[in-house]
T-cell receptor, first 111, second 113 residues
Framework: SQTIHQWPATLVQPVGSPLSLECTVEGTSNPNLYWYRQAAGRGLQLLFYSVGIGQISSEVPQNLSASRPQDRQFILSSKKLLLSDSGFYLC??????????FGEGSWLTVV | AQSVTQLGSHVSVSEGALVLLRCNYSSSVPPYLFWYVQYPNQGLQLLLKYTTGATLVKGINGFEAEFKKSETSFHLTKPSAHMSDAAEYFCAVSNQAGTALIFGKGTTLSVSS
């Protein structure tokens, strides 16, 4: 069966520090991969999606970037965090079935 | 472009009462529609989905939703609420090409005894 792992689960970072959130999927090949952010009272916002290695589409211009160095690995990064980057970040994947499956999420607090 | 509107950011019901969470969508192509549930501090879990075929879709935990094209709606219902149903619920839409889901802003369901 397919599984998705996301880490770290919780992160407290100072303003201006870098960020790296990692996500891996097991049990499937060539998945579509996604990063969503959930901020309080604002629902789920799609940040990035990837249909293949090295192929990244950005939905929202911002302080963040994403990379897909391997087929089942998706990384969310920032060089300098802002207070507004705080939120709950969710990695997700799907294949051809149009059903997206989510990881457990990562809480980021920028202080 | 596609969009989703969830009517009511908070819904409160008593245990045993009917649950109705409203979702309306906008799509220029036949939509795929989803309901996800999120328990506190956890990721999202798929409740049910509509792609094609039968418009009444049954999901996990006794939930169901009906796709009504004429009303552009996909409301989520459960005949009898349990305390364990308290969570945040998200409606989402995608197109048949399978690009990323567009989510509503969510509805928080509270269940009182």
């Amino acid at each position: 069966s397919q599984t998705i792992h996301q880490w770290p689960a919780t992160l407290v970072q100072p303003v201006g520090s870098p960020l790296s959130l990692e996500c891996t999927v097991e049990g499937t090949s060539n998945p579509n991969l996604y990063w969503y952010r959930q901020a309080a009272g604002r629902g789920l916002q799609l940040l990035f999606y990837s249909v293949g290695i090295g192929q990244i589409s950005s939905e929202v211009p911002q302080n963040l970037s994403a990379s897909r160095p391997q087929d089942r690995q998706f990384i969310l990064s920032s060089k300098k965090l802002l207070l507004s980057d705080s939120g709950f970040y969710l990695c997700a994947w799907d294949s051809s079935g149009n059903t997206i499956y989510f990881g457990e999420g990562s809480w980021l607090t920028v202080v | 472009a596609q969009s989703v509107t969830q009517l009511g950011s908070h819904v409160s019901v008593s245990e045993g009462a009917l649950v109705l969470l409203r979702c309306n969508y906008s799509s220029s192509v036949p939509p795929y529609l989803f309901w996800y549930v999120q328990y506190p501090n956890q990721g999202l879990q798929l409740l049910l989905k509509y792609t094609t075929g039968a418009t009444l879709v049954k999901g996990i935990n006794g939930f169901e939703a009906e796709f009504k094209k004429s009303e552009t709606s996909f409301h989520l219902t459960k005949p009898s609420a349990h305390m364990s149903d308290a969570a945040e619920y998200f409606c989402a839409v995608s197109n048949q090409a399978g690009t990323a889901l567009i989510f509503g802003k969510g509805t928080t369901l509270s269940v009182s005894s």
